[in-house]
C-alpha cells in the first residue's frame, strides 16, 4: 500500500515539474511541443512530445551530480529537493518513462512520423545509458542459500549507496519485486534499442528472481509455489509474483525456436537437490503459467481480484535443512490469504494474462 502512496504522490509531483521546472527556453516554445513543431492536430504526436517535455522537467528537477541521484521528493514551490534520496523502484520508474518515450518515438517514424525521432531519440538513448550505469549506486552482492543452492549474486537494493556496487542488499535489504520491474524495463531497452546487455541483464535478474521459487514439495509431492517478497521474507506477496508473469512470455518469445538452454535446480521427490536442463524457451512459458497459477490459485478473491498477500506461518524465522551435506532454506507453508486488494496487484495479473494468451 505504501509503494502505491508513493506512487501516486510521485506522478503528482511530475506533472507539477511540468511547470516549475520549465527554464525561460521552454517557456518559449509551443506546450507540448518537445521543443519540436508538431502540426496542429496530430494528438497522437503531441501526446509523445507532452511525455518528453514531462521526462525533461523531471530530469532536471529531481536528479543531481553526474552520478543522476534521484530525490524522493521536489518542492515546485520552493524549488528544494529532498535529501532523501529515491528507492530503487521509484528509479526504476524513470527508466521505463524513457522506455515509454523511445517506444513511441519509434513507432511514430514508422508511421512516417519521424520529427520527434530525428530531435530526441538519440538524446533519449543516451539518457537512458545514463540511467543505466547510474542504477549501480543501488546495487551490492551477498550470498544467499536458496531452496536449492548457495551462490554469490550482484543485485539491487531497496536503497542507494554511496558508490556503485557498494549498496546494502543482505536479507530484506532487497525484493525481488525490485529485481521484476526491471527486468520488465531491460527487456523493453533491448527490444527498443537492439543491444544485448539489457538482454543479458535482464536474464541474470530473472534467474535471481526464480531462485526464490519455493520448489520445496508438499506433502503429496507438489512444488509449493510462490514467489517471498525477498530473500529475507516468509511472506509470499501478489507484488512479488504477477510482475514477473509477462517478462517471462516475453523471454519464451525471444527464444521461442531457438536451441539456447538453461539448467536450474529443483527439489526431487526424496527431497534432494537435483539439476534440469531445458531449452530457454520451454523453461520461461513453464515458470509464466506455474506463477500465474500459483497467485490465482491462492490469493484470487471470490469478487475476482487479488489478495496483498499469503501469511499465517508457524514460525516467523526462516528455516534451514542440511541435504548430503550442503544447507538448504525450507519452504514456507502458509495458511492465510491477507488483504486488502490493491489495484496493483491485480493488474499485474492482467498484463500477465493477456502476456499468456498473445
Known amino acids: 500500500m505504501n509503494r502505491m502512496k508513493n506512487l501516486f504522490t510521485l506522478l503528482t509531483l511530475l506533472l507539477w515539474t511540468l511547470v516549475a521546472c520549465s527554464n525561460d527556453s521552454a517557456a518559449d516554445e509551443k506546450p507540448g511541443s518537445g521543443g519540436t513543431d508538431i502540426p496542429a492536430?496530430?494528438?497522437?504526436?503531441q501526446n509523445v512530445a507532452r511525455a518528453i517535455e514531462l521526462i525533461d522537467n523531471a530530469v532536471e528537477c529531481y536528479f543531481t551530480g553526474t552520478g543522476m541521484a534521484m530525490s524522493r521528493y521536489y518542492n515546485p514551490y520552493t524549488g528544494n529537493r529532498s535529501s532523501e534520496l529515491g528507492s530503487v523502484w521509484?528509479?526504476?520508474s524513470s527508466i521505463e518513462a524513457v522506455n515509454a518515450a523511445m517506444k513511441a518515438m519509434k513507432t511514430g517514424q514508422a508511421k512516417g512520423e519521424t520529427a520527434l525521432y530525428d530531435s530526441h531519440?538519440?538524446?533519449?538513448?543516451?539518457?537512458?545509458?545514463q540511467l543505466y550505469d547510474n542504477l549501480e549506486y543501488y546495487a551490492g552482492t551477498f550470498t544467499l542459500t536458496s531452496y536449492t543452492q548457495t551462490k554469490q549474486w550482484t543485485?539491487?537494493?531497496v536503497n542507494r549507496g554511496n558508490d556503485k556496487g557498494a549498496a546494502q542488499v543482505e536479507g530484506i535489504l532487497n525484493v525481488y519485486d525490485d529485481q521484476m520491474w526491471l527486468v520488465r524495463e531491460l527487456l523493453e531497452s533491448y527490444h527498443i534499442t537492439g543491444e544485448q546487455r539489457y538482454l543479458e541483464k535482464a536474464e541474470y535478474l530473472m534467474e535471481y528472481v526464480l531462485d526464490g521459487w519455493d520448489c520445496t514439495l508438499d506433502e503429496q509431492g507438489n512444488p509449493l509455489g510462490g514467489i517471498t517478497w525477498g530473500p529475507g521474507y516468509l511472506t509470499k506477496h501478489s507484488c512479488?509474483?504477477?510482475?514477473?508473469?509477462?517478462?517471462?512470455?516475453?523471454?519464451?518469445?525471444?527464444?521461442k525456436g531457438k536451441s539456447d538452454e538453461v539448467t536450474y535446480g529443483y527439489?526431487?521427490?526424496?527431497?534432494?537437490?537435483?539439476?534440469?536442463?531445458?531449452?530457454?524457451?520451454?523453461?520461461?512459458?513453464?515458470?509464466?503459467?506455474?506463477?500465474?497459477?500459483w497467485q490465482k490459485k491462492y490469493l484470487l478473491r471470490p469478487d475476482g481480484v487479488y489478495d496483498d498477500m499469503m501469511g499465517g506461518y508457524d514460525s516467523p524465522d526462516i528455516k534451514y535443512v542440511t541435504i548430503d551435506g550442503e544447507r538448504y532454506r525450507t519452504g514456507s507453508k502458509l495458511r492465510d490469504r491477507v488483504g486488502?486488494?490493491?489495484?496493483?496487484?491485480?493488474?499485474?495479473?492482467?498484463?500477465?494474462?493477456?502476456a499468456l494468451l498473445s
Not at 512479488?240 to 527464444?255: C, D, K, R, T
Not at 527431497?271 to 520461461?284: A, C, F, G, P
Not at 486488502?340 to 493477456?354: D, F, K, Q, R, V
Open 155 to 157: 543485485v539491487y537494493g
Open 267 to 293: 527439489v526431487a521427490a526424496d527431497n534432494s537437490r537435483k539439476l534440469r536442463t531445458e531449452k530457454k524457451s520451454d523453461y520461461y512459458l513453464g515458470f509464466a503459467k506455474a506463477v500465474y497459477d
Open 340 to 354: 486488502p486488494a490493491i489495484t496493483y496487484n491485480s493488474g499485474t495479473m492482467l498484463s500477465g494474462a493477456a
Open 121 to 129: 531519440f538519440n538524446r533519449y538513448k543516451e539518457l537512458l545509458t
Open 90 to 92: 521509484m528509479y526504476t
Open 41 to 45: 492536430g496530430n494528438l497522437p504526436m
Open 240 to 255: 512479488s509474483n504477477g510482475p514477473i508473469v509477462s517478462p517471462l512470455v516475453w523471454l519464451h518469445e525471444i527464444y
